[in-house]
């Protein structure tokens, strides 16, 4: 019998070895072994599409959603993608040894910041392979090594990957043990894993709301989260009003399932008669149901009323909540009070508001006239994206590979001591 | 009957209401509020003395250690201390606000990151009533509300310099409840304050390693911590000999009790019987206790052995453990095996070595010919510090002002969507 907590326990040792050796690797090796992995993953193409087939054939047996099976399945699509993922990220600057700010102090030390890896991030995710990829990719470019801990359902294509990446490593300058996908499906193994708080320094889960809760109240290792997403947009008196109705159709219908997409929509009661009926006709055409405030419903008929829960809710889907709000002031303690300080933007001509909006908001990304779905790591310029975290400390917001290291301090001296 | 645990999270909310408010206020008015809390520190002299009397007496009754009551006790030049400290704060930057990078998308979006306050900060801390004033006027002055709570023998000098604080408040733009001090000694309001995620942010415990694992223990808010400062020094075999024995002395006996202090040496074997007696002379003289391993004990006669157990010890005292090593490799080693990720420092003439250490050693601080004692916030021209952090995430090293902070995207559209 295979006991779980030892071999977990024995991941996480390899891993920290791995990690003190892995952040002395040079750039070069580094974007050499990402390239190569993107070509393995080509040639090994069948073998990885047979291994998701068995993954593919219990799932059915299980009865699965739909959903669920389609986010499992590998084609020869998201194989390209993961390919192009992996030469992207070795494209990408390396964080590792970049000294950020360097000063001399008055007895002559200079005194600078230089990023440094974190050293070992657990993944805990859910049905998607490409994540087994992209996070490892991720990980190895910032000079940390990673513990991978997919979900039951996708474990054959996991491994089959891992596999494929381990080789890669053998055969490079970077240690074999820097990506490592825990070959145990058992609840004991992430339980295990959560407690390693030596060897481990940073969990980033990557799923629902539910799977994110689960890994906050075990571990005992600091966690980046994001629960939800409850993203607003406040059209504002002034507002553009076809710039108002192009923004808030893309924030609320071009992917209504994702955390960036607008769930509540605040609307200056000046421009409420003007803008309201149009903006409703425009996305009840596209399918979206309106819920509102009592103010709300004076200006749109047949909609059903906002209750205090709508005001909180995220709903990943094509449902909107309205509130008509008598100021800016009332809408930023309207997102103070039921926000989750993910994205908001602003919708104005009003210079001094576009002002107040972006410096009073404390969301981890604020936007004036455009749409909250900005707030991503690629589209923002971070190159990639790791997570999102709506958590202040370390990172807030998206997170690119930067916010996979740390800064120490170097100083450089000619013999000063402390007076 | 109080209900303790009712108390604290009335206090907790009401610091998450005025920490909204306080991220609003203008540097100007932060900065006079710290400036007027200074003069009224000096005004209410007596009113602190007699309330630190208080203290004094019962702790003498209760038989509290001579340095214990030193730490406790008030003098008038701790009273100018403080008030120099406030001072000081008030002239620093405001780390608020500051927008530390922009850059333009394809799109046409500028997308900038800004400082932002952390929210709400906990500090736990023992007997120094100094802290009730330092570790609010940086929370303060980072935009950040701050909930104290002091050790038990200090609560009548604790509440007495808060309530001056306080009245400063009230007759300022900031909200009053951004500094307060929790009035019970009860261990339950401790483990309550530990477990309000929603409220508060981030504890800071200062104190001794024993107060830190109970905080860390119990918290559900993150916690930035460090436990010890096992820190190195290692003389290359190149050594400017003088400057070795200077810095390493300073390490050593400056102040001995410190968490930046020298705790093992590491020599180099070429230059270890010009070097070794020569400093050992030098330690032995200024009280210090030498502990070797087998070969110091071959080059210094009358030296105990050092045990593995010493090569961890943080011993805060007059006592160095010594270790000959034959090469760089094996001192990176050493330091990665049995350090704390605090504070390491090679003497060197030799470029190579030099660049090896710094990029090699990954402790929160790694400097090149100069004393250790150098890891500290104003040392380092941080302007002050809120205390040191040995764990890599959000913080790694001496924390000042902006390491009290976050970053929020901020993004200049004009009619952005996405595509």
Redesign the interface.
């Known amino acids: 019998m295979i006991d779980i907590h030892k071999s977990v326990k024995k991941m996480a040792e390899d891993a920290l070895d791995a990690s003190?050796r892995l952040?002395?690797v040079s750039t070069n090796a580094k974007n050499a072994a990402l390239l190569r992995m993107a070509d393995e993953i080509g040639w090994h193409r069948d073998f990885i599409l047979s291994e998701n087939k068995r993954d593919l054939t219990s799932a059915k047996e299980k009865g699965l959603s739909a959903p669920m099976i389609d986010r499992l399945t590998i084609k020869d699509d998201s194989l390209k993608v993961m390919m192009q993922g992996l030469r992207e990220i070795a494209a990408l600057p390396d964080p590792v040894?970049k000294v950020t700010s360097m000063?001399r102090?008055p007895n002559g030390?200079l005194?600078g910041r230089?990023r440094?890896?974190?050293?070992v991030i657990g993944i805990i995710y859910e049905s998607r392979p490409n994540v087994t990829v992209d996070a490892s990719a991720l990980c190895i470019k910032s000079g940390n090594a990673v513990i991978l801990r997919g979900g039951s359902e996708s474990i054959h294509s996991n491994l089959a990957i891992a596999s494929i990446l381990q080789d890669v490593l053998r055969e490079s300058p970077l240690p074999d043990k820097a990506i490592q996908v825990i070959p145990f499906t058992d609840r004991e193994a992430v339980t295990t894993l959560l407690q390693l708080d030596e060897q481990i320094?940073?969990i980033i889960p990557r799923g629902g709301e539910e799977l994110i809760r689960a890994v906050v109240a075990q571990s005992k290792i600091?966690v980046i989260k994001h629960y939800k997403g409850v993203c607003h947009i406040f059209v504002d008196a002034t507002a553009?009003i076809n710039?108002a109705i192009?923004?808030c159709?893309?924030?609320k219908v071009?992917r209504p399932g994702v955390c960036n997409a607008m769930e509540t929509l605040l609307v200056h009661a000046d421009i409420a008669p003007a803008f309201l009926p149009k903006i409703a006709e425009k996305l009840q055409k596209a399918g979206v149901l309106i819920k509102g405030c009592e103010k709300t419903r004076k200006n749109l008929k047949n909609i059903d009323a906002a209750t205090e829960e709508d005001w909180y809710s995220e709903y990943l889907d094509l449902i909107l909540s309205v509130r008509i709000v008598p100021s800016i002031d009332v809408a930023v303690e309207h997102i103070?009070k039921y926000g989750s300080m993910h994205t908001e933007s602003i919708i104005t001509k009003d210079y001094a508001n576009?002002q107040r909006f972006?410096?009073?908001v404390?969301?981890?990304?604020?936007?004036?006239?455009?749409?909250t779905?900005?707030?991503d790591g690629f589209?923002?310029?971070l190159g990639a994206e790791i997570g999102i975290s709506t958590?202040?400390?370390?990172a807030?917001?998206?997170m690119g590979l930067e916010e996979l290291t740390?800064?120490?301090?170097?100083?450089?001296?000619?013999?000063?001591?402390?007076k």
Do not use: C
Not at 116 to 119: A, D, E, R, T
Not at 391 to 394: A, E, F, P, Q, S
């Open positions: 003190h952040s002395r040894g000063w102090r030390l005194v230089m440094i890896p974190l050293g320094d940073l600091p553009d710039m192009n923004i159709t893309n924030a071009q103070e576009s972006l410096n009073e404390n969301s981890s990304t604020v936007l004036v006239n455009a749409s779905r900005f707030s589209e923002l310029g958590t202040k400390l370390h807030f917001g998206p740390t800064s120490k301090f170097i100083i450089y001296g000619d013999g000063q001591v402390r």
